[in-house]
Protein backbone atom coordinates (compact mmCIF):
# COMPACT_ATOMS: atom_id res chain seq x y z
CA UNK A 1 0.00 0.00 0.00
CA UNK A 2 2.67 2.45 1.28
CA UNK A 3 5.16 1.62 -2.12
CA UNK A 4 1.88 3.30 -4.60
CA UNK A 5 1.46 6.33 -2.31
CA UNK A 6 5.22 6.90 -3.23
CA UNK A 7 5.94 6.13 -6.79
CA UNK A 8 3.20 8.92 -7.08
CA UNK A 9 4.57 12.03 -7.04
CA UNK A 10 7.21 10.79 -9.38
CA UNK A 11 4.28 11.12 -11.98
CA UNK A 12 7.03 9.19 -14.40
CA UNK A 13 5.73 7.16 -17.13
CA UNK A 14 4.48 4.13 -16.46
CA UNK A 15 7.41 1.50 -18.44
CA UNK A 16 6.26 -1.89 -20.11
CA UNK A 17 7.54 -3.97 -17.09
CA UNK A 18 5.11 -2.27 -14.98
CA UNK A 19 2.38 -2.67 -17.65
CA UNK A 20 3.26 -6.24 -17.81
CA UNK A 21 3.11 -6.81 -13.97
CA UNK A 22 -0.33 -4.78 -14.06
CA UNK A 23 -1.62 -7.76 -16.70
CA UNK A 24 -0.14 -10.10 -14.02
CA UNK A 25 -1.53 -8.96 -10.89
CA UNK A 26 -5.29 -8.48 -12.70
CA UNK A 27 -4.96 -11.99 -13.53
CA UNK A 28 -4.23 -13.09 -10.15
CA UNK A 29 -7.04 -11.43 -8.43
CA UNK A 30 -9.37 -12.15 -11.73
CA UNK A 31 -11.14 -14.75 -10.49
CA UNK A 32 -11.76 -13.96 -6.73
CA UNK A 33 -12.77 -10.27 -7.92
CA UNK A 34 -15.44 -11.81 -10.09
CA UNK A 35 -16.53 -14.62 -7.69
CA UNK A 36 -16.91 -11.94 -4.74
CA UNK A 37 -18.58 -9.15 -7.03
CA UNK A 38 -21.17 -11.49 -8.50
CA UNK A 39 -22.28 -14.09 -5.05
CA UNK A 40 -21.49 -11.52 -2.05
CA UNK A 41 -21.33 -7.84 -3.79
CA UNK A 42 -24.10 -8.08 -6.35
CA UNK A 43 -26.55 -9.91 -3.37
CA UNK A 44 -25.94 -6.71 -1.55
CA UNK A 45 -26.94 -4.48 -2.82
CA UNK A 46 -30.02 -6.72 -4.43
CA UNK A 47 -30.76 -7.37 -0.60
CA UNK A 48 -30.75 -3.61 0.13
CA UNK A 49 -33.14 -3.32 -3.26
CA UNK A 50 -35.34 -6.27 -2.14
CA UNK A 51 -35.92 -4.96 1.42
CA UNK A 52 -37.79 -1.78 -0.34
CA UNK A 53 -39.79 -4.79 -2.12
CA UNK A 54 -42.87 -6.93 -1.91
CA UNK A 55 -41.12 -10.34 -3.28
CA UNK A 56 -44.09 -13.28 -3.53
CA UNK A 57 -43.74 -16.83 -3.23
CA UNK A 58 -43.03 -16.76 -6.80
CA UNK A 59 -40.07 -14.40 -6.45
CA UNK A 60 -41.70 -11.54 -8.69
CA UNK A 61 -40.97 -7.98 -6.60
CA UNK A 62 -42.85 -4.46 -6.55
CA UNK A 63 -41.59 -1.76 -5.36
CA UNK A 64 -43.40 -0.73 -2.25
CA UNK A 65 -41.15 1.35 -0.47
CA UNK A 66 -40.34 2.06 2.98
CA UNK A 67 -43.49 -0.31 3.77
CA UNK A 68 -41.83 -3.53 4.84
CA UNK A 69 -39.42 -1.14 7.63
CA UNK A 70 -42.77 0.13 8.46
CA UNK A 71 -44.51 -3.12 9.42
CA UNK A 72 -41.44 -4.62 11.26
CA UNK A 73 -41.54 -1.33 13.31
CA UNK A 74 -44.51 -2.22 14.41
CA UNK A 75 -44.34 -6.00 14.57
CA UNK A 76 -44.58 -7.61 18.08
CA UNK A 77 -42.48 -10.69 16.74
CA UNK A 78 -39.63 -8.72 15.99
CA UNK A 79 -39.32 -6.86 19.59
CA UNK A 80 -40.02 -10.32 21.03
CA UNK A 81 -37.43 -11.99 19.15
CA UNK A 82 -34.72 -9.13 19.28
CA UNK A 83 -35.12 -9.94 23.53
CA UNK A 84 -34.68 -13.38 22.63
CA UNK A 85 -31.49 -12.35 20.78
CA UNK A 86 -30.22 -10.17 23.15
CA UNK A 87 -31.17 -12.03 26.34
CA UNK A 88 -28.78 -15.16 24.41
CA UNK A 89 -25.52 -12.41 23.65
CA UNK A 90 -25.98 -10.64 27.13
CA UNK A 91 -25.96 -14.51 29.00
CA UNK A 92 -23.87 -16.47 26.40
CA UNK A 93 -20.86 -13.86 26.31
CA UNK A 94 -19.77 -13.15 29.74
CA UNK A 95 -20.00 -16.37 30.84
CA UNK A 96 -18.29 -17.81 27.99
CA UNK A 97 -15.56 -15.57 27.87
CA UNK A 98 -15.25 -15.67 32.02
CA UNK A 99 -15.05 -19.69 31.34
CA UNK A 100 -12.25 -19.37 28.47
CA UNK A 101 -10.12 -17.70 30.51
CA UNK A 102 -11.00 -19.73 33.77
CA UNK A 103 -8.90 -22.36 31.51
CA UNK A 104 -6.77 -20.66 29.76
CA UNK A 105 -5.11 -19.30 33.26
CA UNK A 106 -5.25 -22.89 34.73
CA UNK A 107 -3.47 -24.31 30.96
CA UNK A 108 -0.64 -21.31 31.66
CA UNK A 109 0.34 -22.27 34.56
CA UNK A 110 3.43 -24.46 34.48
CA UNK A 111 1.62 -28.35 34.59
CA UNK A 112 1.93 -31.50 32.72
CA UNK A 113 -0.59 -32.62 29.79
CA UNK A 114 -1.60 -29.33 28.85
CA UNK A 115 -1.22 -30.37 25.15
CA UNK A 116 -4.07 -33.27 26.44
CA UNK A 117 -6.50 -31.09 27.85
CA UNK A 118 -6.14 -27.89 25.10
CA UNK A 119 -6.87 -31.07 22.37
CA UNK A 120 -10.08 -31.88 24.44
CA UNK A 121 -11.26 -28.51 25.71
CA UNK A 122 -11.01 -27.69 21.82
CA UNK A 123 -13.22 -30.77 20.49
CA UNK A 124 -16.48 -28.98 20.49
CA UNK A 125 -15.59 -26.39 17.97
CA UNK A 126 -14.73 -28.51 15.45
CA UNK A 127 -17.54 -30.64 15.72
CA UNK A 128 -20.85 -30.54 13.60
CA UNK A 129 -23.43 -27.84 15.73
CA UNK A 130 -26.07 -30.03 14.33
CA UNK A 131 -24.56 -33.38 15.38
CA UNK A 132 -24.14 -31.32 18.79
CA UNK A 133 -27.41 -30.10 18.84
CA UNK A 134 -28.82 -33.44 18.58
CA UNK A 135 -26.86 -35.09 21.46
CA UNK A 136 -27.55 -32.24 24.21
CA UNK A 137 -31.75 -32.39 23.04
CA UNK A 138 -31.13 -36.42 23.69
CA UNK A 139 -29.56 -35.82 26.91
CA UNK A 140 -31.73 -32.92 28.14
CA UNK A 141 -34.62 -35.39 27.06
CA UNK A 142 -37.88 -35.23 29.50
CA UNK A 143 -38.23 -38.95 30.08
CA UNK A 144 -35.37 -40.57 29.49
CA UNK A 145 -32.50 -38.44 29.56
CA UNK A 146 -29.72 -38.43 31.56
CA UNK A 147 -29.79 -34.79 32.79
CA UNK A 148 -32.66 -35.54 34.75
CA UNK A 149 -31.80 -39.04 35.69
CA UNK A 150 -28.72 -37.34 37.15
CA UNK A 151 -30.59 -34.63 39.02
CA UNK A 152 -33.02 -37.03 40.33
CA UNK A 153 -30.00 -38.69 42.01
CA UNK A 154 -29.80 -35.39 43.86
CA UNK A 155 -32.75 -35.84 44.35
CA UNK A 156 -33.92 -32.73 42.05
CA UNK A 157 -36.94 -33.42 40.33
CA UNK A 158 -36.47 -32.96 36.28
CA UNK A 159 -38.90 -31.50 33.26
CA UNK A 160 -38.73 -31.22 30.09
CA UNK A 161 -36.21 -28.58 29.53
CA UNK A 162 -36.53 -27.96 26.00
CA UNK A 163 -40.41 -27.82 25.78
CA UNK A 164 -40.91 -24.98 28.58
CA UNK A 165 -40.73 -21.74 27.31
CA UNK A 166 -39.48 -20.37 30.67
CA UNK A 167 -36.09 -22.95 31.00
CA UNK A 168 -35.59 -23.60 26.72
CA UNK A 169 -33.86 -20.79 25.86
CA UNK A 170 -31.04 -21.18 28.91
CA UNK A 171 -30.80 -25.11 27.83
CA UNK A 172 -29.69 -23.84 24.43
CA UNK A 173 -27.49 -21.07 25.96
CA UNK A 174 -25.53 -24.01 28.11
CA UNK A 175 -25.07 -25.75 24.52
CA UNK A 176 -23.53 -22.51 23.13
CA UNK A 177 -21.08 -21.77 25.67
CA UNK A 178 -20.09 -25.69 25.82
CA UNK A 179 -19.78 -25.24 21.63
CA UNK A 180 -17.41 -21.85 22.50
CA UNK A 181 -15.31 -22.03 25.26
CA UNK A 182 -12.61 -24.02 23.73
CA UNK A 183 -11.95 -21.81 20.73
CA UNK A 184 -11.93 -18.82 22.84
CA UNK A 185 -9.72 -20.45 25.51
CA UNK A 186 -7.01 -20.89 22.71
CA UNK A 187 -7.00 -17.74 21.43
CA UNK A 188 -6.89 -16.41 25.08
CA UNK A 189 -4.39 -18.52 26.04
CA UNK A 190 -2.35 -17.40 22.95
CA UNK A 191 -2.52 -14.01 24.30
CA UNK A 192 -1.40 -15.10 27.57
CA UNK A 193 1.51 -16.39 26.54
CA UNK A 194 2.36 -13.38 24.71
CA UNK A 195 2.31 -11.18 27.60
CA UNK A 196 6.72 -10.92 28.91
CA UNK A 197 7.46 -12.83 31.52
CA UNK A 198 9.25 -10.00 32.55
CA UNK A 199 6.02 -7.93 34.52
CA UNK A 200 5.51 -11.21 36.83
CA UNK A 201 9.41 -11.26 37.85
CA UNK A 202 9.01 -7.59 38.71
CA UNK A 203 5.33 -8.23 40.61
CA UNK A 204 7.10 -11.27 42.67
CA UNK A 205 10.18 -9.15 43.67
CA UNK A 206 7.39 -6.99 44.86
CA UNK A 207 5.87 -10.06 46.70
CA UNK A 208 2.39 -9.82 44.72
CA UNK A 209 0.63 -12.94 45.11
CA UNK A 210 -1.20 -15.03 42.54
CA UNK A 211 -4.74 -13.41 42.62
CA UNK A 212 -3.18 -9.62 42.36
CA UNK A 213 -1.19 -10.85 39.64
CA UNK A 214 -3.75 -11.99 37.67
CA UNK A 215 -5.98 -8.63 37.68
CA UNK A 216 -3.02 -6.53 38.10
CA UNK A 217 -0.89 -8.02 35.22
CA UNK A 218 -2.88 -11.08 33.06
CA UNK A 219 -6.13 -9.06 32.72
CA UNK A 220 -4.68 -5.60 31.90
CA UNK A 221 -2.44 -6.90 29.70
CA UNK A 222 -5.00 -9.46 28.46
CA UNK A 223 -7.60 -7.03 27.31
CA UNK A 224 -6.90 -6.62 23.75
CA UNK A 225 -7.39 -10.45 23.10
CA UNK A 226 -10.59 -10.10 25.48
CA UNK A 227 -11.93 -7.37 22.96
CA UNK A 228 -11.58 -9.18 20.28
CA UNK A 229 -13.12 -12.50 21.52
CA UNK A 230 -15.59 -10.23 22.45
CA UNK A 231 -16.48 -8.53 19.70
CA UNK A 232 -16.50 -11.82 17.40
CA UNK A 233 -18.61 -13.58 20.44
CA UNK A 234 -21.17 -10.69 20.30
CA UNK A 235 -21.38 -11.02 16.58
CA UNK A 236 -22.07 -14.81 16.88
CA UNK A 237 -24.23 -14.60 19.28
CA UNK A 238 -26.55 -11.88 17.53
CA UNK A 239 -26.41 -14.87 14.17
CA UNK A 240 -27.54 -17.92 16.37
CA UNK A 241 -29.50 -20.05 14.12
CA UNK A 242 -28.32 -24.16 13.95
CA UNK A 243 -28.84 -24.92 17.62
CA UNK A 244 -31.65 -23.52 17.80
CA UNK A 245 -32.92 -24.56 14.92
CA UNK A 246 -32.24 -28.12 15.66
CA UNK A 247 -33.69 -28.35 18.76
CA UNK A 248 -36.92 -26.48 19.10
CA UNK A 249 -39.25 -27.48 16.89
CA UNK A 250 -40.95 -25.38 15.25
CA UNK A 251 -44.41 -26.57 16.87
CA UNK A 252 -43.04 -26.55 20.30
CA UNK A 253 -44.42 -24.48 22.95
CA UNK A 254 -41.13 -22.55 23.81
CA UNK A 255 -40.41 -21.35 19.95
CA UNK A 256 -41.59 -17.99 20.48
CA UNK A 257 -39.37 -17.53 23.60
CA UNK A 258 -36.52 -18.68 21.93
CA UNK A 259 -36.93 -17.65 18.21
CA UNK A 260 -33.68 -15.46 17.39
CA UNK A 261 -33.39 -12.84 14.51
CA UNK A 262 -31.97 -15.11 12.25
CA UNK A 263 -34.42 -17.79 13.05
CA UNK A 264 -37.00 -15.19 12.21
CA UNK A 265 -35.23 -14.05 8.97
CA UNK A 266 -34.83 -17.43 7.97
CA UNK A 267 -39.19 -18.32 8.50
CA UNK A 268 -39.88 -15.38 6.24
CA UNK A 269 -37.56 -16.26 3.63
CA UNK A 270 -37.96 -19.72 3.14
CA UNK A 271 -41.06 -20.85 4.87
CA UNK A 272 -43.58 -18.06 4.11
CA UNK A 273 -41.58 -16.91 1.18
CA UNK A 274 -41.76 -13.69 1.80
CA UNK A 275 -38.30 -12.68 0.96
CA UNK A 276 -39.11 -8.68 0.76
CA UNK A 277 -39.80 -9.04 4.43
CA UNK A 278 -37.21 -11.19 5.29
CA UNK A 279 -34.58 -8.86 3.51
CA UNK A 280 -35.49 -5.63 5.58
CA UNK A 281 -35.31 -8.14 8.78
CA UNK A 282 -31.58 -8.48 7.60
CA UNK A 283 -30.93 -5.33 7.46
CA UNK A 284 -32.02 -4.85 10.89
CA UNK A 285 -29.57 -7.39 11.75
CA UNK A 286 -26.90 -6.15 10.38
CA UNK A 287 -27.44 -2.67 11.52
CA UNK A 288 -27.98 -4.13 15.08
CA UNK A 289 -24.41 -5.74 14.79
CA UNK A 290 -22.86 -2.62 13.60
CA UNK A 291 -24.07 -0.22 15.71
CA UNK A 292 -23.40 -2.54 18.74
CA UNK A 293 -19.29 -3.01 17.28
CA UNK A 294 -19.16 0.73 16.49
CA UNK A 295 -19.59 1.28 19.92
CA UNK A 296 -17.67 -1.42 21.59
CA UNK A 297 -14.78 0.37 19.18
CA UNK A 298 -15.27 4.03 21.10
CA UNK A 299 -15.69 2.43 24.25
CA UNK A 300 -12.50 0.05 24.01
CA UNK A 301 -10.93 3.89 24.95
CA UNK A 302 -12.02 3.17 28.73
CA UNK A 303 -10.85 -0.59 29.13
CA UNK A 304 -8.45 -1.91 26.38
CA UNK A 305 -4.58 -1.03 27.21
CA UNK A 306 -2.60 -1.30 23.96
CA UNK A 307 1.00 -0.93 24.58
CA UNK B 1 7.60 -24.15 48.88
CA UNK B 2 8.14 -27.38 46.54
CA UNK B 3 4.94 -29.18 48.50
CA UNK B 4 2.68 -26.37 48.43
CA UNK B 5 3.65 -25.95 44.57
CA UNK B 6 2.53 -29.79 44.22
CA UNK B 7 -1.00 -29.16 45.82
CA UNK B 8 -1.55 -25.92 43.74
CA UNK B 9 -1.01 -28.20 40.84
CA UNK B 10 -3.30 -31.28 41.84
CA UNK B 11 -6.37 -28.69 42.68
CA UNK B 12 -4.95 -26.96 38.98
CA UNK B 13 -5.31 -30.65 37.76
CA UNK B 14 -8.62 -31.55 39.48
CA UNK B 15 -10.46 -28.20 38.08
CA UNK B 16 -8.99 -29.27 34.28
CA UNK B 17 -10.20 -32.40 34.96
CA UNK B 18 -13.58 -31.78 36.12
CA UNK B 19 -13.93 -29.23 32.37
CA UNK B 20 -12.64 -31.82 30.43
CA UNK B 21 -15.47 -34.48 31.93
CA UNK B 22 -18.06 -31.96 30.91
CA UNK B 23 -16.41 -31.13 27.59
CA UNK B 24 -16.05 -34.98 26.89
CA UNK B 25 -19.65 -36.39 28.30
CA UNK B 26 -21.35 -35.48 25.37
CA UNK B 27 -19.40 -36.93 23.32
CA UNK B 28 -19.26 -40.30 25.29
CA UNK B 29 -23.05 -40.67 25.69
CA UNK B 30 -23.46 -39.86 21.51
CA UNK B 31 -21.00 -42.93 21.17
CA UNK B 32 -22.43 -45.47 23.91
CA UNK B 33 -26.65 -44.10 22.66
CA UNK B 34 -25.52 -44.98 18.94
CA UNK B 35 -24.45 -48.83 20.35
CA UNK B 36 -27.70 -49.45 22.09
CA UNK B 37 -30.86 -51.12 21.33
CA UNK B 38 -34.00 -48.36 21.46
CA UNK B 39 -35.21 -50.20 24.59
CA UNK B 40 -31.90 -50.08 26.12
CA UNK B 41 -31.49 -46.31 25.59
CA UNK B 42 -34.99 -46.05 26.92
CA UNK B 43 -34.38 -47.94 30.42
CA UNK B 44 -35.17 -46.44 33.76
CA UNK B 45 -32.76 -46.12 35.74
CA UNK B 46 -30.38 -45.33 32.06
CA UNK B 47 -27.39 -47.62 32.08
CA UNK B 48 -24.27 -46.04 30.87
CA UNK B 49 -22.62 -48.62 28.23
CA UNK B 50 -24.17 -50.42 25.98
CA UNK B 51 -24.60 -54.26 26.97
CA UNK B 52 -22.82 -55.17 23.74
CA UNK B 53 -21.90 -53.12 20.68
CA UNK B 54 -24.60 -53.41 18.78
CA UNK B 55 -24.42 -52.18 15.09
CA UNK B 56 -28.18 -52.20 14.25
CA UNK B 57 -28.73 -48.39 14.66
CA UNK B 58 -25.94 -47.69 12.14
CA UNK B 59 -27.06 -50.39 9.69
CA UNK B 60 -30.53 -49.20 10.02
CA UNK B 61 -29.49 -45.52 9.06
CA UNK B 62 -27.77 -46.47 6.24
CA UNK B 63 -30.62 -48.80 5.09
CA UNK B 64 -33.10 -46.02 5.50
CA UNK B 65 -31.35 -42.63 4.43
CA UNK B 66 -29.25 -42.25 1.04
CA UNK B 67 -26.72 -42.13 3.62
CA UNK B 68 -23.41 -42.69 1.48
CA UNK B 69 -24.86 -40.24 -1.26
CA UNK B 70 -25.26 -37.66 1.41
CA UNK B 71 -21.82 -38.71 3.00
CA UNK B 72 -20.48 -38.23 -1.06
CA UNK B 73 -22.34 -35.07 -1.52
CA UNK B 74 -20.69 -33.83 1.92
CA UNK B 75 -17.01 -34.77 0.43
CA UNK B 76 -17.05 -33.31 -2.83
CA UNK B 77 -18.88 -30.17 -1.81
CA UNK B 78 -16.19 -29.40 1.28
CA UNK B 79 -13.13 -30.52 -1.33
CA UNK B 80 -14.30 -28.53 -3.75
CA UNK B 81 -14.51 -25.47 -1.21
CA UNK B 82 -11.39 -26.08 0.22
CA UNK B 83 -9.85 -26.36 -3.86
CA UNK B 84 -12.01 -23.70 -4.80
CA UNK B 85 -11.03 -20.85 -2.11
CA UNK B 86 -7.23 -21.80 -1.55
CA UNK B 87 -6.51 -21.53 -5.38
CA UNK B 88 -8.58 -18.02 -5.49
CA UNK B 89 -7.55 -16.91 -1.86
CA UNK B 90 -3.75 -17.80 -2.48
CA UNK B 91 -3.50 -16.07 -6.30
CA UNK B 92 -5.31 -12.96 -5.13
CA UNK B 93 -3.37 -12.88 -1.64
CA UNK B 94 -0.19 -13.02 -3.32
CA UNK B 95 -1.17 -9.75 -5.58
CA UNK B 96 -3.12 -8.15 -3.03
CA UNK B 97 0.45 -8.12 -0.82
CA UNK B 98 3.24 -8.09 -3.45
CA UNK B 99 2.27 -6.51 -6.58
CA UNK B 100 1.00 -3.27 -7.90
CA UNK B 101 -1.94 -1.82 -10.12
CA UNK B 102 -4.06 0.76 -10.12
CA UNK B 103 -7.29 0.23 -8.08
CA UNK B 104 -5.55 -2.05 -5.80
CA UNK B 105 -6.23 -0.38 -2.82
CA UNK B 106 -9.99 0.51 -3.44
CA UNK B 107 -10.61 -3.44 -4.76
CA UNK B 108 -8.80 -4.87 -1.00
CA UNK B 109 -11.20 -2.64 0.75
CA UNK B 110 -14.39 -3.62 -1.29
CA UNK B 111 -13.47 -6.65 -0.95
CA UNK B 112 -12.67 -6.81 3.14
CA UNK B 113 -15.91 -4.61 3.51
CA UNK B 114 -17.72 -8.51 2.56
CA UNK B 115 -16.18 -9.36 6.02
CA UNK B 116 -18.05 -7.04 8.16
CA UNK B 117 -21.57 -7.97 6.51
CA UNK B 118 -23.46 -10.50 8.48
CA UNK B 119 -24.18 -14.01 6.09
CA UNK B 120 -27.80 -13.62 5.72
CA UNK B 121 -27.64 -10.34 4.03
CA UNK B 122 -26.26 -12.12 1.02
CA UNK B 123 -28.61 -15.61 1.52
CA UNK B 124 -31.89 -14.15 -0.46
CA UNK B 125 -29.81 -12.91 -3.40
CA UNK B 126 -27.56 -16.28 -3.57
CA UNK B 127 -30.10 -18.09 -3.73
CA UNK B 128 -31.78 -16.39 -6.60
CA UNK B 129 -28.76 -16.60 -8.48
CA UNK B 130 -28.79 -20.25 -8.06
CA UNK B 131 -32.30 -20.50 -8.88
CA UNK B 132 -31.79 -18.43 -12.13
CA UNK B 133 -29.04 -20.84 -12.62
CA UNK B 134 -31.25 -23.72 -12.87
CA UNK B 135 -28.99 -25.14 -9.91
CA UNK B 136 -31.23 -25.57 -6.85
CA UNK B 137 -30.70 -29.42 -5.93
CA UNK B 138 -27.21 -30.05 -7.52
CA UNK B 139 -24.09 -30.44 -5.49
CA UNK B 140 -22.70 -27.34 -7.15
CA UNK B 141 -24.88 -25.25 -5.64
CA UNK B 142 -24.10 -26.42 -2.17
CA UNK B 143 -20.24 -25.61 -3.11
CA UNK B 144 -20.49 -22.55 -5.53
CA UNK B 145 -20.56 -19.49 -3.24
CA UNK B 146 -17.98 -20.64 -0.86
CA UNK B 147 -15.75 -20.81 -3.52
CA UNK B 148 -14.94 -16.81 -2.80
CA UNK B 149 -13.61 -16.11 0.33
CA UNK B 150 -12.86 -12.35 1.46
CA UNK B 151 -11.82 -13.54 5.11
CA UNK B 152 -9.29 -16.29 3.27
CA UNK B 153 -7.62 -13.23 0.93
CA UNK B 154 -7.04 -11.26 3.47
CA UNK B 155 -5.49 -13.80 5.58
CA UNK B 156 -3.65 -15.03 2.51
CA UNK B 157 -2.35 -11.49 1.87
CA UNK B 158 -0.65 -11.67 5.69
CA UNK B 159 1.34 -14.25 5.16
CA UNK B 160 2.85 -13.18 1.56
CA UNK B 161 3.29 -9.68 3.44
CA UNK B 162 5.12 -11.79 5.89
CA UNK B 163 7.79 -13.12 3.65
CA UNK B 164 10.90 -11.23 2.50
CA UNK B 165 10.87 -9.77 -0.95
CA UNK B 166 14.71 -10.77 -1.59
CA UNK B 167 13.70 -14.34 -2.05
CA UNK B 168 11.31 -13.19 -4.86
CA UNK B 169 13.49 -10.77 -6.03
CA UNK B 170 16.39 -13.65 -6.92
CA UNK B 171 13.72 -15.57 -8.19
CA UNK B 172 12.88 -13.03 -10.66
CA UNK B 173 16.71 -12.26 -11.44
CA UNK B 174 17.09 -15.35 -12.55
CA UNK B 175 14.60 -15.52 -15.39
CA UNK B 176 11.53 -16.45 -13.54
CA UNK B 177 8.13 -14.44 -14.92
CA UNK B 178 5.55 -13.60 -12.30
CA UNK B 179 3.66 -16.89 -12.39
CA UNK B 180 6.28 -19.34 -11.52
CA UNK B 181 7.68 -17.23 -9.10
CA UNK B 182 4.75 -17.39 -7.54
CA UNK B 183 4.02 -21.25 -8.13
CA UNK B 184 7.94 -21.96 -7.41
CA UNK B 185 9.19 -19.46 -4.86
CA UNK B 186 5.78 -18.22 -3.29
CA UNK B 187 3.50 -20.77 -2.79
CA UNK B 188 5.65 -23.24 -1.09
CA UNK B 189 6.76 -20.16 1.71
CA UNK B 190 3.17 -19.75 2.64
CA UNK B 191 2.77 -23.36 3.50
CA UNK B 192 1.66 -23.01 6.88
CA UNK B 193 -0.81 -20.58 5.83
CA UNK B 194 -2.21 -22.89 2.98
CA UNK B 195 -2.64 -25.51 5.88
CA UNK B 196 -4.13 -23.33 7.78
CA UNK B 197 -6.96 -21.96 5.11
CA UNK B 198 -7.60 -25.53 4.62
CA UNK B 199 -8.04 -26.48 8.04
CA UNK B 200 -10.36 -23.22 8.37
CA UNK B 201 -11.81 -24.23 5.05
CA UNK B 202 -12.69 -28.01 5.19
CA UNK B 203 -14.40 -27.05 9.16
CA UNK B 204 -16.54 -24.97 7.61
CA UNK B 205 -17.58 -26.48 4.46
CA UNK B 206 -18.19 -29.75 6.45
CA UNK B 207 -20.21 -28.18 9.49
CA UNK B 208 -22.28 -25.72 7.17
CA UNK B 209 -25.56 -26.11 7.76
CA UNK B 210 -28.04 -22.90 6.79
CA UNK B 211 -27.16 -22.61 2.84
CA UNK B 212 -27.29 -26.12 2.35
CA UNK B 213 -30.27 -26.12 4.33
CA UNK B 214 -31.98 -23.66 1.72
CA UNK B 215 -30.78 -24.74 -1.59
CA UNK B 216 -30.87 -28.25 -1.48
CA UNK B 217 -34.01 -30.10 -0.20
CA UNK B 218 -34.44 -33.46 -2.05
CA UNK B 219 -32.70 -35.95 0.66
CA UNK B 220 -30.36 -37.32 -2.07
CA UNK B 221 -28.83 -33.60 -2.48
CA UNK B 222 -28.69 -33.23 1.04
CA UNK B 223 -25.04 -32.77 2.76
CA UNK B 224 -24.90 -34.21 6.13
CA UNK B 225 -25.97 -31.48 8.53
CA UNK B 226 -29.43 -31.05 7.13
CA UNK B 227 -29.67 -34.97 6.65
CA UNK B 228 -29.09 -35.11 10.21
CA UNK B 229 -32.01 -32.39 10.90
CA UNK B 230 -34.65 -34.45 9.08
CA UNK B 231 -33.25 -37.72 10.83
CA UNK B 232 -34.95 -36.37 13.71
CA UNK B 233 -38.41 -36.44 11.96
CA UNK B 234 -38.20 -40.06 10.95
CA UNK B 235 -36.34 -41.21 13.87
CA UNK B 236 -38.85 -39.48 16.35
CA UNK B 237 -37.94 -42.05 19.18
CA UNK B 238 -35.55 -43.87 18.40
CA UNK B 239 -32.52 -42.02 20.18
CA UNK B 240 -29.76 -44.83 19.20
CA UNK B 241 -30.61 -44.10 15.06
CA UNK B 242 -30.15 -40.15 15.99
CA UNK B 243 -27.15 -40.70 17.83
CA UNK B 244 -25.50 -42.94 15.19
CA UNK B 245 -26.31 -40.20 12.50
CA UNK B 246 -24.66 -37.59 14.71
CA UNK B 247 -21.43 -40.17 15.33
CA UNK B 248 -20.75 -40.83 11.50
CA UNK B 249 -21.65 -36.71 10.67
CA UNK B 250 -18.92 -35.61 13.33
CA UNK B 251 -16.50 -38.99 12.96
CA UNK B 252 -14.38 -36.83 9.83
CA UNK B 253 -13.69 -33.84 11.51
CA UNK B 254 -12.58 -35.51 14.46
CA UNK B 255 -10.26 -37.49 12.97
CA UNK B 256 -9.04 -34.76 11.20
CA UNK B 257 -8.59 -32.52 14.17
CA UNK B 258 -6.59 -35.41 15.90
CA UNK B 259 -4.25 -35.48 12.73
CA UNK B 260 -3.63 -32.05 12.34
CA UNK B 261 -4.20 -30.57 15.90
CA UNK B 262 -1.47 -28.69 16.15
CA UNK B 263 -2.41 -26.21 12.90
CA UNK B 264 -5.61 -26.35 14.16
CA UNK B 265 -4.83 -24.80 17.56
CA UNK B 266 -2.16 -22.05 16.10
CA UNK B 267 -4.51 -21.57 13.19
CA UNK B 268 -7.02 -20.40 15.83
CA UNK B 269 -4.34 -19.18 18.45
CA UNK B 270 -2.88 -16.77 15.40
CA UNK B 271 -6.37 -15.11 14.60
CA UNK B 272 -6.37 -13.05 17.66
CA UNK B 273 -2.85 -12.27 17.88
CA UNK B 274 -2.85 -9.15 16.23
CA UNK B 275 -7.06 -8.89 16.22
Redesign the interface.
Known sequence: ?S??AK?KPMRRKTTKR?KK??V???I??A???I??F???????I??FW?SFND?NRF?ISTFTGLENYKALIKDKELYRTLGNTIKYVIITVPVGICLSIL?AT??N?K?R?T?I????????S???????A???K??Y?G??G?LN?ILGAFGIEGQNWLSNPKTALYMVMIVGI?MSV??NM??????MQ?ISKSYYEAAAIDGAGPVKRFFKITIPMLT??I???M?TSI?GG??V??TI??MIGKTSLAYESTQTL?MM??RY??DYGQ?GY??AI??V??AI??LI?IFQFVMQKKWVNYD | MRNRQSI??LF??L??II??G???L??L??VF?SFKTVGE??????TILPKAFNFDSYKNILDSLPFERVYLNTIISTVATVIGQI???T??G???AR????G??M?FI??LS?L??????????????I?KMGLLDTIPALF??N??S?FG?FMMRQFFTSIPKELEEAAMLDGC???QT?GRIMVPLVKSGVVALVIFTA?FA??D??WPL?VNTSPKMMT???S??T??GQYTTN?PA??A???M??VP??L???IF?KQ??EG??????K?
Open positions: MDMTEEWAAYFIPLVGIVFYIYPFQNFVNILLAIGSYRTIYFLPVTMSVAILVWWMNEFINWGYIILLAGGPTFFVIIFQFDYMVFYAFKAASIIFIMT | QHIHALGTVTIPFWMTAMAIPPTFCMAYAFLDFPKNIIIVMVPGQIFLVPQYMILLPLFATNRFFKWNFMILGPLSLQYQMGAVAVMVLFFQFVVAHTGVG
